[in-house]
């Protein structure tokens, strides 16, 4: 068990729709990294998240949106999903100079 | 652009056999290195990483990388490989200090262990 938890842990959902995929870090931990795991693009970074503020951004499509809440807990909305979103998603945890703690994912399914 | 390359999608190794996974970063400067571990439907576990200390790391599960500088490779390796090794495999570099950090993953290699 990594400390990090993410919920839910499995979600099917329709093209056009919007999901809200959530991630609460391990104690004590101000970085949130998500990231996106699929087939044929393997494992992305998506965007970082540090205390609340927007550190980094990667291949983060602009239907993608994340936000960090002041509890430290993330969350990745993903809007007018296609067939091609359907991926694992993860979010990982970090404290300043330590390394990131993967959560178990979710698996995103869109039909 | 920063990439990291995993020689071999797929490496299959008998039972009590050396394993050895491939990996090499492109970068003039010297990344932190990672290897991570996946088990079916879970998280990624971190094995070992390479932090500008030794240029010989240990891991768990009786895993060991090098960093060679010079190759730019952080090859993985195991002295005997056991059926529980069975996962794929994901180095990953990261350029950032500080509060950045981001990992840049390999494509992965299945790791599979026969007996």
């Known amino acids: 068990d990594s400390g990090v938890t993410q919920t839910p842990k499995h979600l099917i959902t329709a093209t056009g729709q919007r999901v809200t995929l959530r991630c609460s870090p391990r104690?004590?931990?101000?970085?949130v990294y998500w990231y996106q795991q699929s087939l044929d693009q393997g494992l992305q970074f998506l965007i970082q998240?540090?205390?609340?503020?927007?550190?980094a951004k990667g291949n983060i499509l602009e239907r993608f949106s994340a936000q960090q809440f002041p509890d430290l807990h993330s969350e990745l909305n993903l809007s007018s999903l296609e067939l091609g979103d359907s991926a694992l998603y993860f979010c990982?945890?970090?404290?300043?100079?330590?390394?990131?703690?993967f959560g178990p994912g979710t698996r995103l399914t869109v039909l | 652009a920063q990439s990291v390359t995993q020689l071999g999608s797929h490496v299959s190794v008998s039972e009590g056999a050396l394993v050895l996974l491939r990996c090499n970063y492109s970068?003039?400067?010297?990344?932190?290195l990672f290897w991570y571990v996946q088990y079916p439907n879970q998280g990624l576990q971190l094995l070992l990483k390479?932090?500008?200390?030794?240029?010989l790391v240990k891991g768990i599960n009786g895993f060991e990388a090098e960093f060679k500088k010079s190759e730019t490779s952080f090859h993985l390796t195991k002295p005997s490989a056991h059926m529980s090794d069975a996962a794929e495999y994901f180095c990953?570099?990261?350029?950032?200090?500080?509060?950045?950090?981001?990992?840049?993953f390999g494509q992965g290699t299945t790791l599979q262990v026969k007996p």
């Open positions: 990982a945890s970090r404290r300043e100079g330590g390394e990131q703690f």
């Open positions: 990953a570099v990261s350029y950032g200090s500080g509060n950045t950090g981001k990992l840049i």
């Open positions: 104690s004590g931990d101000l970085s």
């Open positions: 998240y540090y205390n609340g503020e927007e550190r």
């Open positions: 390479y932090t500008s200390a030794a240029t």
């Open positions: 970068s003039s400067v010297p990344p932190y």
